[in-house]
Structure formats: structure tokens, C-alpha cells
């Protein structure tokens, strides 16, 4: 009964203000909330249960398809409870974007050595804004750097080349579409 109520709630706070809804008990208009809420209420219900069942098994032979269907890719060294800790916090991640969820996004797929730096000016990722030009800077601290080497190299390749795609792909995947990431590697000292 608690979910229909706040549904009631979230579609009421909806509505433009104004005399013109007609929101007296058991009007018409007050029906067609209860029931609209009725069905939310139902719908949760029935996700979360669906989650319950989906739920990871921690057993080897059925993590690799949770693995792919989240189109997560193997970290070398990662332990059957590592991974099964990470396919759960992709299941149900953060609700809300802020630069420490943010870390821990990293942080659950192994890069520990980063540092963000939030330009956006309004002190969180997700908000953007009018006034700010919604990018951010994240460096990360790597020493998978490859140099140009005589006689192994070919014409026209980078002298110095760092990029590290799973990082990249990471960083786009969790960031808010109307954010741009600006990634920048430096060297381990």
C-alpha cells in the first residue's frame, strides 16, 4: 500500500498547478490515479521480484553468462567473489552519479590510481547546467606506455602512445550523456 502511495505522489507533484484538476476523493480523476498508481505498485513488485530470482548464483558455471550479458570484460587476477561482487554492482549501481559513485565504478573494475577533476563548476557530475561547459578531467596514473622502437616500429605510428581502452570505454559507459570526459594519462613516478 506504502508503493501506491508514493506513486499517487510522484504523478500528483506531476501535474501543472492550477484549479482545474479535480482531485476530491473518489472523483474520477482521483480514480484514474489510484489506478495508475495500482499498476507502479505492481510493476515494482513484480521487478524486484524478477531480481530476486535472477539473482548471481555464486557458482563458476553461471557467472561467465551474467558476465556477458553485462558485457563485462575479464579482469586477470580477479577471484570467483570479485566477480560475482561485480556483476551485483552493475546489477543495482548507485542511484545517483556523484564523483564518489563515480570512483566507485573504477574502483569495482580494478583502476585505483586515477584522479577526477570536476570542471562542471554546479560540484557533481550529473547536474551540468546552463552555465557550465559540463566536461570533466580524469587522469589516470599508468605505466602501459609504448614507445616507437627502430625496426619494430612502422612509419607514421606515435613516438609515445598511451591509451587505455577498457579505461576509455569504462569512463563513456558510466558517464551522463550530456558530460564529456577529457582522459589524460601520466607516467608512474
Sequence with gaps: MGLERKFKHLLLSLLPPGKF???????????????????????????????????????????????SLLALEPIDGNTLNDRVERARFWLSPPQSLSQESFESYLNIEGFKSFQIDDTTQDGGLIVGGGTSNNTFTITLTTDEFSYFEAGSSCVGEALVEWKNERFEKLVNRVKPAHVKALIEYKKVE
Design 21 to 67: 484538476w479535480n482531485i476530491e476523493p473518489e472523483s474520477t480523476f482521483d480514480r484514474i490515479l489510484n489506478g495508475i498508481s495500482q499498476s507502479f505498485a505492481y510493476t515494482q513488485s513484480d521487478i524486484n521480484s524478477l531480481l530476486d530470482y535472477l539473482a548471481i548464483p555464486e557458482d563458476p558455471r553461471f557467472i561467465e553468462p551474467w558476465e
